[in-house]
């Protein structure tokens, strides 16, 4: 499998920005979809935002507008883009496969996103 490493994340404060990064191993085309998710303590780990092969992009309702997800090919690289942040967006970020295409068996470390004045 890819190994996905994680990186970006901070303090921040409400309607600030962060760029998270998630570096692959391999390319990151060998995948139909890229994904963002986030956890937050007490609740259920949530897909944030998704890009395919073809450049398809998904994102959840809660961060529509907000978010953007971009990827770097030559780099074997994925991005989220964080704008307007507010404190509800505190949560580690992970990045994985699409597990609405294919089976997440892993999870890495993750990166700690937390947005606070």
């Known amino acids: 499998q890819v190994h996905l490493v994680e990186s970006g994340g901070g303090l921040v404060q409400p309607g600030g920005s962060l760029r998270l990064s998630c570096a692959a191993s391999?390319?990151?085309?060998?995948?139909?979809?890229m994904a963002w998710y986030r956890q937050a303590p007490g609740m259920q780990r949530e897909l944030v935002a998704a890009?395919?092969?073809?450049?398809?992009?998904n994102y959840a309702d809660s961060v529509r507008g907000r978010f953007t997800i971009s990827r770097d090919a030559a780099e074997n690289t994925v991005y989220l883009q964080m704008n307007s942040l507010k404190p509800e967006d505190t949560a580690v970020y992970y990045c994985?496969?699409?597990?609405?295409?294919?089976?997440?068996?892993?999870w890495g470390q993750g990166t700690q996103v937390t947005v606070s004045s």
């Open positions: 994985n496969l699409d597990e609405r295409f294919e089976p997440v068996t892993s």
């Open positions: 391999e390319s990151i085309f060998r995948s139909d979809s």
């Open positions: 890009i395919t092969r073809g450049s398809k992009r």
